[in-house]
Every structure is written in structure tokens, then in C-alpha cells.
């Protein structure tokens, strides 16, 4: 076997390699932009609509219950975090595909023996750009999405602690407020004297004489 033939299996095993690389950074890629990202916005847009239903009862309870400090750091960390997975949601908007749709750029690749691997080199690093820059996506969007989700933790637990607490209150005062409704008795009220002479039945009444007046 001669140098040529050395260096045409040394060239076939490389373009061979570069082609299981490129594969492999794909389908890292397509997992990125089909399930990771997706995924991550539903569970961005999830957390909004449980502080929003959050936003929602507490506006409907505080016509009913006090109001307290607890019950603002309730409302308080519910508005952050609908304002933090809002502004997750607009991080870094761009995705990247990984392909180079620039036709011209592919034509300055030089007509030479190693042009195929020289192809390859290009679309594999076009692949890791952008798996590199849209995870970046997933871990700013991450950032956020995380504080969000303490806060929302905070406001679930908040929530559950004033409500459990002004419901205790609220049956003591209807406990006590009961009991002071059996321990109230009403004052004896005055037996009023009847006008009605009472004939006693051992009495006997003797009828009144009758006057007649003579005419004249």
C-alpha cells in the first residue's frame, strides 16, 4: 500500500468522523429547539397563570378579610412574579437553526480534494453555534423563570397562611360571640296591674238602688 492510498482511507476515516460529529450535534440541536425551549416557555407561561389566579383571589378576598402585612407580601410577590416571567419570556427571542442558507458562502469553498470535509467543517460548526447560543437562550430564560418560581412559592405559602389564619379568627369571634349570646339573660319584665276590678268569688255584691225621679 502506497502513501496515496494511506492518505485516501486517513481522508475517508476523517470525513467519516466529521460526519458522526455533525450528526450527533444535531440531534443535540433538534432536542434544543423542539422540546428544551418549548418547554421551558410552557413552564414560563404556567407560573404567570398561577400568579394571575393568585392576582385574581386576592383581589376577591379583600372584600371580605382584613387586610395585613402578610397579605400584601401575597399580593406583592405575585406582581413580581408575573413581571419576572414576562421579561423571561422576551430574553434572547432569536433562535438559530444551525444552517447556512447563505448560498454564496457555500460556493467560496475551494474545488479541492478536501472540499467535502471542508463542507463538513462549516455545517458542524454552524451546529454549535447554535446549540451554544440557544442553550444560552435556555439558561437566561432559566434565571428568571427560577426567581419567579420562589416568589410564586412564597406567595402559595403567604396565601395559604392568612387565609388559614383569618378563618381560625374568624371562627373564635363567631365561638365567643355565640357564647356571650347564651350567657346574656333578659331582665324580668313588670307584670302591668290590671284596670279590671277582680270580684272575689266569696263576695257578694249588692246591687245599687235605683233612683226615680218624680215629674212634677
Not at 406567595?155 to 389564619?165: E, H, P
Amino acid at each position: 500500500m502506497n502513501t496515496r492510498e494511506i492518505n485516501k482511507i486517513n481522508d475517508d476515516n476523517y470525513e467519516h468522523n466529521l460526519k458522526l460529529h455533525y450528526e450527533a450535534q444535531r440531534k443535540d440541536l433538534d432536542i434544543v429547539l423542539s422540546s428544551s425551549m418549548p418547554l421551558q416557555m410552557n413552564n414560563i407561561k404556567t407560573i404567570m397563570w398561577i400568579n394571575l389566579l393568585f392576582i385574581g383571589l386576592s383581589l376577591h378576598l379583600m372584600k371580605e378579610f382584613t387586610f395585613s402585612i402578610y397579605y400584601g407580601l401575597f399580593y406583592i410577590s405575585s406582581l413580581l412574579a408575573i413581571g419576572l416571567t414576562a421579561y423571561a419570556m422576551t430574553v434572547r427571542q432569536i433562535r438559530y437553526y444551525g444552517s447556512i442558507d447563505d448560498k454564496s458562502f457555500m460556493r467560496k469553498i475551494p474545488e479541492i480534494s478536501e472540499a467535502k470535509q471542508l463542507a463538513l467543517l462549516y455545517m458542524l460548526d454552524s451546529a454549535l453555534t447554535a446549540t451554544r447560543e440557544n442553550k444560552k437562550t435556555l439558561e437566561s430564560r432559566s434565571f428568571w423563570m427560577n426567581i419567579s418560581k420562589w416568589l410564586t412559592i412564597f406567595a402559595l405559602v403567604s396565601f395559604v397562611s392568612v387565609f388559614s389564619y383569618t378563618n381560625s379568627k374568624k371562627g373564635d369571634n363567631e365561638i365567643m360571640a355565640k357564647k356571650d349570646a347564651e350567657k346574656y339573660v333578659a331582665p324580668p319584665q313588670p307584670i302591668k296591674e290590671s284596670s279590671v276590678e277582680t270580684i272575689s268569688p266569696t263576695r257578694t255584691v249588692k246591687p245599687k238602688p235605683t233612683i226615680v225621679k218624680e215629674k212634677k
